[in-house]
């Protein structure tokens, strides 16, 4: 599955998510989470401890969806 | 006690820092456990020596993704950014340890490293003197002093650095205190 699908994924089940794990850092993965943690480096470390950079993950947290962030690289990097 | 210290200079003084602005050199590897990992298996892991921009205007940091991947990294996520167009954009996120050299004055600190969430952005069609910038998320664990008159800057305050996902290596290990010889 590819990172788009799964973010898209997890964001389509972020609302079923959020009773149970809000505010935790979470592992997922195409069948699910996979593990919940308090910090994102908890999050990260334990997934690149299983999973290795196999690409079939990814760590989020548990929160209502976020704005987008405002960045300026959108001149930098010609994004604009 | 001095604080630890980066200083820039950028030249030409003061026109460098407004052309070019307060752009630091960096270390960009991957976090600690990946990096042990790789030293376990293959005695060596990847770092790559990059420039970086000093933005206070970008709320996150980030780099060039191709530089990103070069170091073997994959993207942990995907974040919603949005430049002066005001049109959002999903872009990977990626986690990496950014080590910055540091002194006290008269001698050399090591180094701190930042271990952060950086955000991977295509290249720009002209190379830019930097690949990519320092957002708020890193100044908010450092202080950072912009001397436009006599075109320096500085990134302070490793303490304060210490007490974040941030570690600080430094040169030598303290001494113990049976080490140290007596005075009489």
């Not at chain 2, 919603?80 to 959002?88: M, N, W």
């Not at chain 2, 708020?136 to 001397?147: A, M, S």
């Amino acid at each position: 599955m590819s990172l788009v699908s799964l973010v898209a994924q997890f964001r389509q089940s972020l609302p079923s998510l959020q009773s149970q794990y809000e505010g935790k850092w979470v592992i997922f993965r195409e069948s699910g989470i996979v593990g919940a943690f308090s910090t994102f480096k908890e999050a990260y470390e334990e997934a690149y401890r299983r999973f290795d950079n196999d690409s079939s993950y990814i760590v989020e947290q548990i929160a209502p969806p976020q704005e987008p962030t405002p960045i300026t690289a959108g001149v930098l990097f010609g994004l604009c | 006690m001095a604080s630890a210290r980066h200083s820039g200079r950028v030249l030409p003084v003061p026109m460098g820092l407004v052309q070019i602005g307060p752009v630091v050199e960096v270390k960009l590897r991957p976090p600690a456990i990946q990096r042990e990992f790789l030293l376990r298996r293959d005695g060596v892991s990847p770092e790559v020596t990059i420039k970086l921009l000093v933005d206070t205007g970008a709320q996150r940091t980030v780099i060039e993704q191709v530089v990103l991947e070069s170091l073997g990294l994959t993207p942990v996520s995907m974040v919603p950014i949005v430049g002066v167009s005001q049109v959002p954009e999903d872009r990977p996120l990626f986690y990496a340890a950014i080590a910055i050299g540091m002194g006290i004055p008269g001698k050399d600190a090591g180094e701190a490293v930042f271990e952060r969430e950086v955000v991977g952005v295509g290249s720009p069609q002209r190379p830019n003197a930097h690949q990519g910038l320092l957002g708020r998320d890193f100044l908010r664990f450092v202080d950072f002093h912009y001397h436009g008159n006599n075109g320096t800057f500085e990134i302070v305050d490793v303490p304060a650095v210490i007490g974040s996902s941030v570690r600080k290596v430094t040169g030598k290990p303290p001494t113990h205190p049976s080490q140290k010889k007596h005075r009489r």
